[in-house]
T-cell receptor, first 114, second 112 residues
Framework: AQSVTQLGSHVSVSEGALVLLRCNYS??????LFWYVQYPNQGLQLLLK??????LVKGINGFEAEFKKSETSFHLTKPSAHMSDAAEYFC????????????FGTGTSLTVIP | KAGVTQTPRYLIKTRGQQVTLSCSPI?????VSWYQQTPGQGLQFLFE???????NKGNFPGRFSGRQFSNSRSEMNVSTLELGDSALYLC???????????FGPGTRLLVL
């Protein structure tokens, strides 16, 4: 069965510090990987995606993620946190052989300390 | 293109009633998925429709049902509402084939 694990349900960083949100997946076939962000009382917004090709993926708002097959990881990073980055972040995976079913992690709430 | 729209945005019902939520996907997207989001359970998958057929289903009771129309618009219905059904219901559309899902703003349902 496919699954997504996000380590750390709550992460706090100081403004200007590195943001690192962790995501590991389990999959028996090559996955498609995504990060989403959710602000209060809103839907999820796509941050970035990995399908094929380059393993370092750049997204919106200065975020990027690296697909590491050997570690089954897809961690999200941003060099310098901004107050506006405070939100809930979700990692997700879908596979080519499951129709379009997405598997989401439990989310990581990011707090940015001024 | 216009994004995913969901109606209504807010809804208050009482226990035992039923409710129907609507989702209009992005033009050209044939896959529509529904999720329930609560503080305690997080984001839980309800079902996915593709070309009017339910293709995947999550672990929810039969009180939760859905359908998709020929124009890809989708509805979900919850019958005999319970207090625990209070949640944010999110709809997402996708072209399929490993493409991202794009989410609507959600419908917030409160069951009293």
């Amino acid at each position: 069965a496919q699954s997504v694990t996000q380590l750390g349900s709550h992460v706090s960083v100081s403004e200007g510090a590195l943001v690192l949100l962790r995501c590991n997946y389990s999959s028996s076939v090559p996955p498609y990987l995504f990060w989403y962000v959710q602000y209060p009382n809103q839907g999820l917004q796509l941050l970035l995606k990995y399908t094929t090709g380059a393993t370092l993926v750049k997204g919106i708002n200065g975020f990027e993620a690296e697909f590491k097959k050997s570690e089954t990881s897809f961690h999200l990073t941003k060099p310098s946190a901004h107050m506006s980055d405070a939100a809930e972040y979700f990692c997700a995976v879908t596979l080519s052989n499951t129709g379009n079913q997405f598997y989401f992690g439990t989310g990581t709430s990011l707090t940015v300390i001024p | 293109k216009a994004g995913v729209t969901q109606t209504p945005r807010y809804l208050i019902k009482t226990r035992g009633q039923q409710v129907t939520l609507s989702c209009s996907p992005i033009s050209g997207h044939r896959s529509v998925s529904w999720y329930q989001q609560t503080p305690g359970q997080g984001l839980q998958f309800l079902f996915e429709y593709f070309s009017e057929t339910q293709r995947n289903k999550g672990n929810f009771p039969g009180r939760f049902s859905g359908r998709q129309f020929s124009n890809s618009r989708s509805e979900m219905n919850v019958s005999t509402l319970e207090l625990g059904d209070s949640a944010l219901y999110l709809c997402a559309s996708s072209p399929g084939g490993g493409s991202p899902q794009y989410f609507g703003p959600g419908t917030r349902l409160l069951v009293l």
